[in-house]
């Protein structure tokens, strides 16, 4: 049973410029999340994807979006970049409930510059 | 909206003793879930322990335990016989009902282990 990975670990990007990070999910799992991780803080809900199609969205702006493909694997996008946006990207996958936990990657550590 | 408090920043503990990490949480919901995760120097997020809001008795996981107190929103992490590789971010964490499900996090305790 595979866990969930993620990539890039690291990113360096200038303020004003697009990035993609990405997740495959756990073998068995349908459901992804996104969390932004700021420094010393705890992760704070971007939004989730099932069945291909956004189902929920935290306090984010528009320019922060996602896409899940039919593996379940899933993308966050990230446009016009700020400096506030230097954060740990976490991805976790479960089942569609999300009741018995969730199964959460090591994350991508953006840095905007 | 929930809210989840961790009020303890960091707490240190002595290997081998008990020590006990605390949460409160701010809900209008009847039936929730709980969680308690670690997150080492790694970054990944490791599942701690769970446990059901309509569930009187507490979770155990081994060296792991919560208490769990409905009426006060209050739901502790007691960790016995603290080992080295214990060491870690520990937060507390709520998840809504619902077919939009999400994990509320609180700001996270630094728990280290000393000798």
């Known amino acids: 049973e595979t866990g969930v990975t993620q990539s890039p670990t690291h990113l360096i990007k200038t303020r004003g410029q697009q990035v993609t990070l990405r997740c495959s999910s756990q073998?068995?799992?349908?459901?992804v999340s996104w969390y932004q991780q700021a420094l010393g803080q705890g992760p704070q809900f971007i939004f989730q994807?099932?069945?291909?199609?956004?189902?929920g969205r935290g306090n984010f702006p528009p320019r922060f979006s996602g896409l899940q493909f039919p593996n379940y694997s899933s993308e966050l996008n990230v446009n016009a970049l700020e400096l506030d946006d230097s954060a740990l990207y976490l991805c976790?996958?479960?089942?569609?409930?999300?009741?018995?936990?969730?199964?959460f990657g090591s994350g991508t550590r953006l840095t905007v510059v | 909206a929930q809210t989840v408090t961790q009020s303890q920043p960091e707490m240190s503990v002595q290997e081998a003793e008990t020590v006990t990490l605390s949460c409160t949480y701010d809900?209008?919901?009847?039936?929730?879930?709980l969680f308690w995760y670690k997150q080492p120097p790694s970054r990944q997020m490791i599942l701690v322990i769970r446990q059901e809001a309509y569930k009187q008795q507490n979770a155990t996981e081994n060296r792991f335990s919560v208490n769990f107190q409905k009426a006060a929103k209050s739901f502790s992490l007691k960790i016995s016989d603290s080992q080295l590789g214990d060491a870690a971010m520990y937060f507390c964490?709520?998840?809504?009902?619902?077919?939009?499900?999400?994990?509320?996090f609180g700001t996270g305790t630094r728990l280290q282990v000393t000798l």
């Open positions: 994807y099932y069945r291909e199609e956004e189902n």
């Open positions: 976790a996958s479960s089942l569609r409930g999300g009741e018995f936990g969730y199964t």
């Open positions: 964490a709520y998840r809504n009902t619902g077919t939009a499900s999400k994990l509320t």
């Open positions: 809900t209008s919901e009847s039936d929730y879930y």
């Open positions: 073998s068995g799992h349908n459901t």
